[in-house]
């Protein structure tokens, strides 16, 4: 019961790009607010700042606090301002193009001055490998192993920092997709390498290769936010489950937000 007593405490935090609003819910049901401004490009120093401050005027400690749910901007700001990680895409030999192809049509047919936003990643990080499966599960290309030692050496000459892997039929046959990630995991530690497998299991190409791009593109900003915010909390003796808006609405766990920020693209206006 004095567990209970002491968790009972919840926060709900919202990062915007001028201030940053928190809310604070003590074990009456008595609700405290407070505005602080933005601190970019650490925006998790307002949110942190915001809770002490609150703790200090409600009585309470880091330790009382349950649940934290948070919305943030930090995911959109990294594609809007196009500073994300320097990422690679790695995909089935002939499909590099599917990033600039999209779905052909253009959102105003008859606007003749149309251009299309450039890709999250260049040409020159999108690279091929020998493989291919059939829509019916068939290998039609071996997976030629041999070629990825030399393809880690690729990665690491241009500095990449997150890898994206997207292979033809993959959401139903993910065999050659986990291999490749394997070798990569193993072979370049500290660099996130984003399966469209484990993030969007689905079919179509297009959307399935831009959506694990913008997870690898955005993947180690998110990573290291919260992973600040998570430090920042530890300070307050705050150990209390963090939990992020998605762009859906609901909430999520910090390390399901880490490794799949694309679901959180649009956290800060959902929430």
């Not at 809007?80 to 599917?98: K, N, S």
Request: glycine share 8%; aromatic share 4%.
């Amino acid at each position: 019961m004095k567990v209970e007593e002491r968790q009972s405490i919840r926060v709900g935090a919202d990062v915007g790009g001028t201030f940053t609003d928190v809310v604070l819910i003590d074990d009456e049901g008595r609700v405290h607010t407070h505005k602080v401004p933005s601190t970019p490009p650490d925006y998790e120093k307002a949110v942190l700042d915001a809770i002490e401050q609150m703790l200090g005027g409600a009585g309470s400690k880091g330790s009382e606090i349950g649940q934290i749910s948070h919305g943030t901007t930090v995911a959109t700001n990294a594609v809007l301002e196009r500073r994300g990680a320097v990422t690679a895409l790695i995909t089935t030999r002939g499909f590099r193009d599917v990033l600039e192809l999209r779905r052909i049509r253009a959102p105003q047919i008859y606007d003749l001055f149309f251009s299309k936003p450039p890709p999250l990643i260049e040409r020159s990080l999108r690279l091929e490998i020998s493989e291919r499966m059939s829509a019916d599960g068939d290998v039609l290309v071996p997976l030629k192993e041999s070629e990825l030692p030399e393809l880690v050496e690729k990665l690491q000459e241009e500095g990449v920092e997150s890898v994206a892997v997207c292979l033809l039929h993959s959401y139903a046959f993910p065999r050659n997709e986990q291999a490749v990630g394997e070798f990569l995991r193993r072979n370049m530690p500290g660099v996130p390498v984003s399966l469209s497998c484990e993030v969007l299991p689905e079919r179509k190409e297009y959307e399935r290769t831009a959506t694990t791009a913008v997870n690898a593109y955005v993947r180690p900003v998110m990573e290291s936010y919260l992973k600040s915010m998570r430090n920042g909390l530890k300070g307050m003796q705050i150990e209390a489950p963090l939990l992020i808006m998605q762009s859906a609405g609901g909430l999520t766990p910090e390390e399901d937000a880490a490794t799949r920020p694309v679901f959180a693209l649009e956290s800060g206006p959902a929430a």
